[in-house]
């Protein structure tokens, strides 16, 4: 089955150090979404793609966060400066778009001591 | 924008009964429901959706109900596991041009107990 990579699937370090979180979407899925999720929150839309263009990226903080797609293959979450209370669990999930499924990987586990 | 209320946040059940988890949405011009499993370390996985030009739709142990004029949709599962134990998310979205976004419930974390 295809499935949606995410590296690294865990990450701890230091406030203030930059933390760089990658996703290789399945192949041929031209929609990309990073999420966050939080035991307060649930699961949170930060951002998402479509064919490698940035729709949207209202939920995210906006001085510390950047999402990009380089490539087709690739998607790329950056915080910069990473803050204790960034601490939660990252997923990046790709589809096909307008009302289609989305399909999850299993997700970057972020710790910001 | 859409708001999904999911209920109930945490259920209990023996094995071999029925699941029930309900959803309520607020955006009538919503049609896309997914719902997905969480497992423990891992990412939301799709079991099922449906959309509102149907009102029910089952896939074996599994059937979701839509009812679009009360904006609510539901989540069955009959003759539940202990593989069935874990987390689900119901989600809604638009489908015309430029829609591209699910908005989630909170989660109801299933147990079910052998």
């Known amino acids: 089955d295809a499935r949606v990579t995410q590296t690294p699937r865990h990450k701890v370090t230091e406030m203030g150090q930059e933390v760089t979180m990658r996703c290789q979407p399945i192949l041929g899925h031209n929609t990309v979404f990073w999420y966050r999720q939080t035991m307060m929150q649930g699961l949170e839309l930060l951002a998402y793609f479509r064919n490698r263009a940035p729709l949207d990226d209202s939920g995210m903080p906006k001085d510390r966060f950047s999402a990009e797609m380089p490539d087709a293959t690739l998607a790329t979450l950056k915080i910069q400066p990473s803050e204790p209370r960034d601490s939660a669990v990252y997923f990046c999930?790709?589809?096909?778009?307008?009302?289609?499924?989305?399909?999850f990987g299993d997700g970057t586990r972020l710790s910001i001591l | 924008g859409e708001n999904v209320e999911q209920h109930p946040s945490t259920l209990s059940v023996q094995e071999g009964d029925s699941a029930v988890i309900k959803c309520t949405y607020s955006d009538s011009a919503s049609n896309y429901f997914p719902w997905y499993k969480q497992e423990l370390g891992k990412g939301p996985q799709l079991i099922i959706d449906i959309r509102s030009n149907v009102g029910e739709k089952k896939d074996q142990r599994i059937a979701v109900t839509l009812n679009k004029t009360a904006k609510h949709f539901s989540l069955h599962i009959t003759e539940t596991q202990p593989e069935d134990s874990a987390v689900y998310f119901c989600?809604?979205?638009?489908?015309?041009?430029?829609?591209?976004?699910?908005?989630f419930g909170k989660g109801t974390k299933l147990s079910v107990i052998p």
């Open positions: 999930a790709s589809g096909l778009g307008q009302g289609r499924p989305q399909h």
């Open positions: 989600a809604a979205s638009r489908t015309g041009a430029g829609s591209y976004q699910l908005t």
